[in-house]
């Protein structure tokens, strides 16, 4: 069974800190990993990674894939209330055609303190 | 532009009436469409996906259904709701061509 897990599970900062949220994964034929911020309501997409050791970055957001020892991390630089959230990571499989069947981790509650 | 609508936003049900939430997608032509749901304990889980109308394939035993009458259109029904099925549901879709995209989810309260 597919299987991804987050830590930590809960985290609180400063405004302005650096904070490295992780996911480590056990999944048959693996094809993506996918990272997704929670805040009320819908999860919205941030990052697809497919392959090993290459950044994807979004302004102050910017996540890696490791392959080999099974782990992504999603680092956000200079944080500020408004990425106060649930983070969520998510894989797919390879199954055959385009069905993006996610198995999510429980997710990473940030909360960042002005 | 895509775009997912999923309602109602919010409902309170009693123990043993019926359900249906419905979700529709525009700006796209045969969809997959998912059905999940998050608990408490924050993690979501898959509960229905369908690849094309009338096809649905359940990922969980459970007392809900789901059905596919148009390309579009996914329900998410049950016959007598139960205290367990409180929960937020989730509506999601996706092609060959990007990732999963959400609605904006239904809060279900079973009372």
């Known amino acids: 069974e597919d299987k991804v897990v987050q830590s930590p599970l809960s985290l609180v900062v400063h405004e302005g800190d650096t904070v490295t949220l992780n996911c480590s994964y056990e999944v048959t034929n693996f094809r993506s990993l996918l990272w997704y911020k929670q805040e009320k309501k819908a999860p919205t997409f941030l990052f697809m990674l497919?392959?090993?050791?290459i950044e994807k970055k979004s302004g102050r957001l910017s996540s890696i894939l490791d392959k080999k020892e099974l782990f992504s991390i999603l680092n956000i630089t200079a944080t500020q209330t408004g990425d106060s959230a649930i983070y969520l990571c998510?894989?797919?499989?390879?199954?055959?055609?385009?069905?993006?069947?996610?198995?999510f981790g429980k997710g990473t509650l940030l909360t960042v303190n002005p | 532009s895509q775009t997912i609508h999923q309602w109602p936003a919010t409902l309170v049900q009693p123990v043993g009436s019926p359900l249906s939430l419905e979700c529709t997608v525009e700006?796209?032509?045969?969809?997959?469409l998912y059905w999940y749901r998050q608990a408490a304990g924050r993690g979501l889980q898959l509960l229905f996906y369908s690849v094309g109308i009338g096809q649905i394939s359940s990922e969980v035993p459970q007392n809900l259904s789901a059905s596919r009458p148009q390309d579009r259109q996914f329900i998410l029904s049950s016959k007598k709701l139960l205290l367990s099925d409180s929960g937020f549901y989730l509506c999601a879709w996706s092609d060959p061509y990007s990732p999963l995209h959400f609605g904006n989810g239904t809060r279900l309260t079973v009372t």
């Open positions: 998510a894989l797919t499989r390879n199954s055959g055609g385009s069905n993006y069947k996610l198995t």
């Open positions: 700006g796209t032509s045969n969809p997959n």
């Open positions: 497919t392959s090993s050791g």
